[in-house]
Structures are given as structure tokens and as C-alpha cells.
């Protein structure tokens, strides 16, 4: 492609959250952007549809030029492994490149992101990198946590409550530790960590009030207490609520 004259007008990157699952949780900007952008770009996992891209799919352009990012990972390597690491940057870089592109040519594009963009969100890795060439414009989405949360009628912090907001992925100890200093939780990326989870919450006497929420907003949700979910492996789209302190006081 050739490059565009200094003097050119640069296309805006939208980074959009596009909420938990549930397309009408798409917020009336985000719909607004989608509807217009003439370009979208996702990520997804081989052989998936992505999830971003399926929630936005009621608002999307229909002539937009659609741009698939695939992961070049799903199980193979761990993201303890040294290639895993080098892998995905040089996986980002390319996506990045291929918006920079678009962007450089004057093409305004929209970056879906599941749940809010800047919430353990891929889109932050694009971010870091065009932010420095291109304007960018975030505009937010409601979280898993929240959309979970109303659904299960879990009210989760009251007044001066402290709501903390881990990963399953963290050592017991700094789990224990972690959820010790909070009034309330919420305990994403469960995959296989719900049995050091549960034994966590167990020493803690906070299984009674965990509520486990999978899909949340979707299809096939499923919100049940904690006790009441086997220790098999959570699906990804699966988080743990810990309500606070229960009823106002
Ligand atoms: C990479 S993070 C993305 C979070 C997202 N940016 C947000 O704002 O919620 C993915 C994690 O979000 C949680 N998650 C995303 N969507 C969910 C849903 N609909 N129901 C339950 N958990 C969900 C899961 O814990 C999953 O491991």
C-alpha cells in the first residue's frame, strides 16, 4: 500500500467494549460506531466465530471490511513458556501493523473487545502500540462482573465496602491473602483453579456466600451458589462472586 502523503488525514481506532454477551448490553455509542465504522476488526480462537464479534453482530456495518485476528495459540504452549510470550507480541505486532494500515490510509476502524476494553481486555496490547501514531477513542462496555452480578440479584459492595478483583491463576497463599483484605470479590479466568479456589474461600468461611456465574447474559447461563458447582473445569466465560456484607445496615 502505498503511503499516504504527510499532509494526510490518520483514521481513528475505536476501541469498543462491547459488554458481557447479551447484544442489547451493548451501549447506544458503541451500536452508533459499529453502524458506521467501515472497517471492524476481532480477535478470536481457531476455528471460533469470537466472541466480541458475535455479540456485536446485530450492529455491525454490513459493508464493513472485516478484520479476524486469530490467536496463534488455544492450548498448545503454556503461558509459563518463553515462546509463549515471544509468540503473542509478535502476534500483536502483526495485528497492529495491519491496523496501522487502514489507519494510516485515513480509514477509521473498530476494535470489538468483550465486557470494557481496559478490563483484562487483548485490545490494550493495540492500544500500547497505536496510541503513539493515531488518535484513539475508547469508549467503555459493561463488564462480565457487572453483567453477572445483576443477574444473579447479587448487590456487591455497600458504602465503604472494598471490592477486589482477582484472577483464579493467583498462588493460594496470595489468593487467601488477597480476598482476607476485602469486603467483597469477584474471581476471574477460573478454568481448572476452582478446587484451590473453593479450599481458599473454605478456610476463609466465604463459600456460603460465593455464587458461581457461567455464560453470564448468554445462552446457557448458568448462576448457582458456589456449594452447588462440582470442582470440574470452568468454562472460560465463567467468573466467582463474593458479595459483601449482606442488606443495608
Ligand atoms: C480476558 S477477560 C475479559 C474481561 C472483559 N474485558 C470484561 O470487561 O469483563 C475474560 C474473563 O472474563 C470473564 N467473563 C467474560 N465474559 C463472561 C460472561 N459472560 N460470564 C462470566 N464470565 C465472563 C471470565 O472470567 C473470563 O475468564
Known amino acids: 500500500m502505498t503511503p499516504p502523503p504527510s499532509d494526510s488525514p490518520v483514521g481513528t481506532l475505536h476501541i469498543l467494549g462491547v459488554g458481557p454477551g447479551d447484544p442489547e448490553l451493548v451501549t447506544l455509542r458503541a451500536a452508533r460506531i459499529l453502524g458506521q465504522a467501515p472497517a471492524h476488526a476481532f480477535f478470536a480462537k481457531r476455528g471460533r466465530t469470537g466472541h466480541a464479534r458475535s455479540i456485536a453482530a446485530p450492529h455491525l456495518n454490513p459493508a464493513a471490511e472485516e478484520l479476524r485476528f486469530e490467536y496463534p495459540y488455544t492450548t498448545e504452549l503454556s503461558v509459563e513458556d518463553s515462546r509463549y510470550a515471544e509468540g503473542m507480541a509478535a502476534f500483536y505486532d502483526s495485528c497492529a501493523a495491519t491496523l496501522a494500515g487502514r489507519l494510516a490510509a485515513g480509514q477509521d476502524v473498530a ?16 492500544f500500547d502500540r497505536l496510541r503513539p501514531r493515531f488518535p484513539v477513542e475508547v469508549t467503555p462496555g459493561i463488564t462480565a462482573m457487572s453483567g453477572c452480578w445483576s443477574r444473579a440479584l447479587a448487590p456487591m459492595v455497600h458504602g465503604d465496602d472494598i471490592l477486589s478483583v482477582l484472577p483464579a491463576t493467583m498462588p493460594a497463599e496470595e489468593l487467601a491473602a488477597a480476598l482476607g483484605r476485602c469486603d467483597a470479590a469477584v474471581v476471574m479466568k477460573l478454568g481448572r483453579n476452582l478446587p484451590k479456589l473453593r479450599a481458599v474461600l473454605d478456610a476463609l468461611g466465604l463459600t456460603a456466600r460465593a455464587l458461581y456465574a457461567e455464560r453470564g447474559t448468554m445462552p446457557g447461563e448458568v448462576i448457582l451458589p458456589l456449594a452447588e458447582r462440582d470442582d470440574s473445569p470452568a468454562p472460560y466465560f465463567s467468573l466467582v462472586l463474593v458479595p459483601g456484607r449482606q442488606g443495608a445496615r
Do not use: I, K, R, V
Open 111 to 126: 476494535l470489538l473487545c468483550e465486557g470494557d476494553p481496559f478490563l483484562y481486555g487483548s485490545a490494550m496490547y493495540l
